[in-house]
């Protein structure tokens, strides 16, 4: 069920669009993600600013557990396109997240947000991914991320 | 005990406070959570089972991400109840380990409880399950920096 993940990812990694709502997951859909190609071609996740992230009233700021979410699905999707590439076959599921650890930096402004995330390792059992959510720009983080994954 | 380092008290913010603190968070609202106790400093909300959270189609099984967001949350409100009061709060980091998959279709609680405060810091455990706290769906560790006056030690330059 891997290819419902990246059916999403497909149409921005051919460049066909600039970016797509993930529309399969109804968590993605929850919290509004669409993935997007960056200018260097990386694909990231984008979580465009609505009122129902928030996660602290005066001042308003995207709630620290969406901001955490974004991150882990930027990794989620990083483990299953590296997989897809290595085995040149999609995964036959979903990677499950055993461990996630998320430093917070600065606040999340009322704004979009962004992450992508990078596989340091792809093992066949096990998957180690950074990831980093920014808002302005990516050498300002919001949040960083460093997670495992279980492969399917 | 040092100067720095307040005493982990539990109590003085109610109930009340507590369901005020979850209803005025937009996030918690879209997420349906509500209250459900605190007691000796241990903070317990409650997620609803909602097919909109599903993480693996597949199985029908909830995102990690709302369980992360809950817990972050419930981590919040025990340190308010450790600090007996409301004190604008930043997380620094929080770990969540995944035990074992959400069983589809069953609420979840999240609990958690600050065992260490200092002046500027506190630190939180906590775990979600599906009502029996023995039985955990995951686990996680925080540390959260206050939002309050630093104290100035005497003599400090």
Redesign the interface.
């Known amino acids: ?1 891997t290819t ?1 993940l990246l059916n999403c990812v497909e149409p921005v990694l051919r460049g066909e669009v600039e970016s797509n709502a993930i529309t ?4 993605a ?3 509004g993600l669409e993935a997007f190609r960056l200018p260097n071609e990386e694909i990231a996740v984008r979580m465009p600013f609505k ?7 005066s001042p308003p700021r995207l ?4 901001v ?3 991150l ?2 930027a990794g989620t999707m990083s483990v299953a396109l590296a997989a897809r590439e290595a085995a040149s076959a999609p995964l036959e ?2 990677p ?9 930096m600065r ?1 999340g402004a009322t704004q979009d947000i962004y992450a992508s995330a990078q596989v340091l390792r792809l093992g066949r059992r096990v998957a180690n991914v950074r990831a980093t959510a920014w808002q302005d720009s990516f050498e300002k983080p919001n949040a960083t991320a460093s997670m495992h994954f279980l492969m399917p | 005990m040092s100067k720095d380092e307040a005493p982990v008290h539990s109590g003085p913010v109610p109930a009340q406070f507590a369901q005020r603190f979850l209803d005025a968070v937009p996030q918690l609202g879209a997420l349906n959570v509500s209250f459900e106790s605190l007691e000796d400093g241990k903070a317990i909300i409650r997620l609803p089972y909602d097919e909109a959270l599903v993480g693996f189609p597949e199985t029908g099984v909830i995102a990690g991400g709302a369980i992360y967001t809950v817990m972050d949350s419930v981590a919040g409100i025990a340190v308010f109840a450790a600090l007996g009061t409301f004190v604008p709060l930043a997380t620094l980091d929080l770990r969540i380990d995944y035990l074992k998959p959400a069983t589809p279709h069953l609420d979840i609680f999240g609990e958690a409880r600050c065992y260490k405060l200092t002046r500027q810091i506190a630190f939180v455990r906590g775990r979600a399950h599906h009502g029996d706290s023995e039985k955990p769906i995951a686990h996680v560790t925080g540390t959260f920096f206050l939002e309050r006056p630093a104290q100035k030690a005497e003599g400090a330059a």
């Open positions: 069920m419902a399969n997951i109804p968590y859909v929850f919290l009122d129902a992230l928030i996660g602290s009233p709630h620290g557990g969406t955490g979410a974004l882990e699905f599921s979903i499950k997240t055993i461990g996630i650890t998320i430093e917070y606040g």
